[in-house]
């Protein structure tokens, strides 16, 4: 994969290390996650990205430290999508506050295992073939227009094929069962509608990664820069969940913004072999799409909002 064994050994020891601090330590106990207590964890998760990143600059140099910071800053703002659609999933599904940690950990882990098949065969597939680049560049901008489609992002959990195949064949509690998936009854198991939305979690991440995986492959074809900045923003994600889900939908241009990333980074593929553009630049413009979307929605924010 071009890349020495002992990058990939410090990677797994970092991630496996926080992942057992986070459970082992901040939530062994099932509990609701405050937002002063998810701000700290997101800067936690922020700067140990960040820590990583200066590592991979010094251990493997200043462009491959520029590919991180951009790739990882990429799925980040990406994956701001991903809380609208796991809050629309918890309200659905009537989940517990207490609960959805506990959802989420798990929609990670299985998260960790998409990205890692997504990143590793879609480097495969552009090394390969190149018109699968073409392809990539197009998904993007399929998204992005998606994205801004009226109506085209609505979720119905409950609808999910999925679901209706889980329901279909293992019955379902009427209830909640305390952080219980599964509980055994009458020496029958049957799942609890927290399995549900763990399966729901599940399926919207396989199309995630269908958008977000193109776009840091945009930026970066080394394997581990690009699984690596996927997966520190990943294990952010649930306390940015728990920091923002409440903020977001005041930030009027937040679809928009994310929207135009995408164009820009299909629009990057789709032009490389005559446009080549560099990740310095990249990294400028995915930031300042970033801060006009945050400055925007800030000084003119929607109008019930803003009487209100």
């Given at each position: 994969?071009?890349?020495?064994?002992?990058?990939?050994?410090?990677?797994?020891?970092?991630?496996?290390?926080?992942?057992?601090?986070?459970?082992?330590?901040?939530?062994?106990?099932?509990?609701?996650?405050?937002?002063?207590?998810?701000?700290?964890?997101?800067?936690?998760?922020?700067g140990?990205?960040?820590a990583?990143?200066v590592?991979?600059?010094i251990?493997?140099?200043?462009?491959?430290?520029?590919?991180?910071?951009?790739?990882?800053?990429?799925?980040?703002?990406?994956?701001?999508?991903?809380?609208?659609?796991?809050?629309?999933?918890?309200?659905?599904?009537a989940?517990?506050?207490?609960?959805q940690?506990?959802?989420?950990?798990?929609?990670?882990?299985?998260?960790?295992?998409?990205?890692?098949?997504?990143?590793?065969?879609?480097?495969?597939?552009?090394?390969?073939?190149?018109?699968?680049?073409?392809?990539?560049?197009?998904?993007l901008?399929?998204?992005?227009?998606?994205?801004l489609?009226p109506?085209?992002?609505?979720?119905?959990?409950?609808?999910?094929?999925?679901?209706?195949?889980?329901?279909?064949?293992?019955?379902?509690?009427?209830?909640?069962?305390?952080?219980?998936?599964?509980?055994?009854?009458?020496?029958?198991?049957?799942?609890?509608?927290?399995?549900?939305?763990?399966?729901?979690?599940?399926?919207?991440?396989?199309?995630?990664a269908v958008?977000?995986?193109?776009?840091?492959?945009?930026?970066?074809?080394?394997?581990?820069?690009?699984?690596?900045?996927?997966?520190?923003a990943?294990?952010?994600?649930r306390?940015?969940?728990?920091?923002?889900?409440?903020?977001?939908?005041?930030?009027?241009?937040?679809?928009?913004?994310?929207?135009?990333?995408?164009?820009f980074?299909?629009?990057?593929?789709l032009?490389?072999?005559q446009?080549?553009?560099?990740?310095s630049?990249?990294?400028?413009?995915?930031?300042?799409?970033?801060?006009?979307?945050?400055g925007?929605?800030?000084?003119?924010?929607?109008?019930?909002?803003r009487?209100?």
């Amino acid at each position: 994969m071009g890349t020495p064994t002992y990058l990939w050994v410090v990677f797994g020891v970092a991630v496996v290390a926080a992942i057992g601090l986070d459970l082992g330590v901040l939530h062994r106990k099932a509990h609701r996650i405050g937002l002063k207590e998810a701000l700290v964890e997101s800067a936690g998760w922020i700067g140990l990205a960040l820590a990583f990143n200066v590592w991979v600059y010094i251990s493997m140099g200043h462009s491959a430290g520029l590919e991180f910071l951009t790739s990882y800053l990429v799925e980040k703002s990406l994956s701001v999508d991903n809380i609208f659609v796991f809050l629309l999933i918890f309200q659905g599904l009537a989940v517990p506050s207490q609960s959805q940690h506990k959802v989420l950990y798990y929609g990670v882990v299985g998260a960790l295992v998409m990205r890692a098949i997504f990143v590793f065969g879609g480097v495969a597939l552009l090394n390969r073939f190149h018109f699968v680049l073409f392809v990539f560049g197009a998904i993007l901008i399929l998204t992005a227009v998606r994205m801004l489609w009226p109506g085209g992002h609505k979720i119905r959990p409950g609808r999910n094929w999925l679901v209706r195949l889980v329901r279909g064949v293992v019955p379902v509690t009427p209830g909640y069962e305390r952080e219980h998936f599964l509980v055994r009854r009458a020496e029958k198991w049957s799942a609890t509608p927290l399995l549900l939305a763990l399966v729901a979690v599940e399926a919207t991440d396989i199309l995630f990664a269908v958008d977000s995986v193109p776009a840091v492959l945009a930026i970066t074809r080394d394997t581990f820069i690009a699984y690596s900045s996927n997966v520190f923003a990943i294990l952010g994600l649930r306390a940015l969940y728990f920091a923002l889900a409440d903020l977001l939908p005041r930030f009027r241009f937040l679809r928009p913004g994310l929207a135009t990333i995408l164009i820009f980074t299909g629009t990057k593929m789709l032009a490389s072999d005559q446009i080549p553009v560099s990740t310095s630049l990249s990294l400028g413009v995915i930031v300042g799409i970033m801060a006009f979307m945050i400055g925007a929605s800030v000084l003119w924010p929607q109008k019930k909002r803003r009487e209100a």
